[in-house]
């Protein structure tokens, strides 16, 4: 069992960043590779970016690319989402994720673990 815990959100003007956190205990190989996610209202959870903890290369949505740089500190406990230049496409709900169970990494059907979210509004 993984438990996850989202902070960090908010409303910021366009142009703006925040950074976002996880912070995650359980189970350390359910917590290997991780995620963010993100809902806006009236669609569908998408994939942001994820990362593993070996030190693998991270991967990013296309919409964030060169913008969002996901991290985590040294103990691994804690997931992080820097996110610069924020649009106001960019606003949703904010998940985190763990318990990867295989397959395509962007779907979040293959992650068995959730935090509840933090908002993110960007105004324009």
């Known amino acids: 069992q993984v438990h996850l815990g989202e902070s960090g959100g908010g409303l910021v003007q366009a142009g703006g960043s925040l950074r976002l956190s996880c912070a995650a205990s359980?189970?350390?190989?359910?917590?290997?590779?991780m995620g963010w996610f993100r809902q806006a209202p009236g669609k569908e959870r998408e994939f942001v970016a994820v990362?593993?903890?070996?030190?693998?290369?991270?991967y990013y949505a296309d919409s964030v690319k060169g913008r969002f740089t996901i991290s985590g500190d040294n103990a691994g406990n804690t997931m992080y989402l820097q996110m610069n230049s924020l649009k106001p496409e960019d606003t949703g709900v904010y998940y985190c994720a763990a318990g990867f169970a295989g397959g395509r990494f962007q779907a979040d059907y293959n992650y068995n673990s959730w935090g509840q979210g933090t908002q993110v509004t960007v105004s324009s």
């Open positions: 990362m593993t903890w070996s030190g693998g290369r991270p």
């Open positions: 359980g189970r350390s190989a359910s917590r290997s590779t």
